[in-house]
């Protein structure tokens, strides 16, 4: 870097030094922060040195600490725009995300690693386990993501190709033709970015999950609004538990699912006591093979108990699940033996 333009940048790589090559693990003397100066084309005298540090401090509002090492004063920055466990949380959310995928994960903990120090930086990515987690193929997710949203601002129908996956792992398109619809939203909902808006060809609303899109083309065409759509009402119904005919029903549950109960409805959800070991909830719920896979995953520790409509349906699920099983202990023998 020619001398001249390092002297109009000074304070700039100053605070870069700060921020990027000290924390309070790792703190920098001023020889040690004039010497990184120095091979970046920077001559500083030690009296403007601490200028410039006064300066960062005081007018463009850099936390810079000073501490005592020994016989030494060092520098380096304290309270930064996202703390530690900031970063952890995001990039521990980055890496759980099935909808990006693996290599798109580590590019962005690796940006988010640029928010800190390089020494908080390189523990960061250490700590976050990207390979080996259930991720999407489609390495071009992160941009359907910005060209869905470009069109819900712009207020456009978009045209895409959609696939699902064969037993191959190949891609199975599901028409020769492009889908078109009018987005509203995007949602994430079990571990999945969707695309929500009105599918004029079903005449209703739909969503089609983003990593599975293809081709995604922003359209001259207006969308087809809808007054009545709600983002939250949509999800509560089509990818909870919620879908299908509503009745209130009562379930007894063991005390040891209180916090199931409460991750599902709610913390304002009103918990009856019903014996020593178990309480009670009466909500409304939708009779659906979702609500029942959910209740499943108890076993005897929860329990429907009225109407009888919702009891019976249950029962009827149960008979499914068995009647599968039944037919393969036929084929194989009760021992499972070919």
Sequence with gaps: MPRTNGQKLKLLLLADILR??????????AKEIMSRLEQLGVSVERKSFY???????????????????????????????????ELQLLADAV???????????SELIKKLGTLT???????????VVVANRVKTENQKIYYN??????????KRRIRFKYF??????KKQYKS???????????????????CIGYYEKYGSISNFRVDRMEQIQITDIPIIESEDFCIADYSRKVFGMFSGETVRAKIVFDNS????????????VTMHRSDENHFFISREVNISPTFYAWMLQFADKAEIVYPPELIEGMKNHIRKCARVYRAKRKQTGENGDE
């Design 117 to 127: 120090s390089e020494y908080q930086q390189g523990e960061l990515i250490r700590s």
């Design 176 to 194: 020769d033709e492009y889908y078109e619809m009018s987005p509203y939203s995007l949602a994430w909902e079990d571990e999945n970015y969707y």
């Design 20 to 29: 990027r090559q000290s924390d309070e693990g790792h703190p920098l003397s």
């Design 164 to 169: 699902n996956y064969g037993v191959d792992k």
């Design 257 to 268: 699912l209180t916090s199931v109960v409460m991750d599902k409805f709610g913390s304002n």
């Design 145 to 154: 993501v910005q060209t869905i949203h470009d069109a819900i601002n712009e």
């Design 51 to 85: 200028a410039d540090i006064e300066l960062l401090r005081d007018t463009y509002g850099l936390d810079v600490i000073s501490v005592r090492v020994g016989p030494v004063t060092k520098y380096y920055v304290g309270q930064r725009d996202f703390e530690p466990a």
């Design 95 to 105: 890496a759980c995300s099935k909808f990006i995928s693996e290599k798109k994960s």
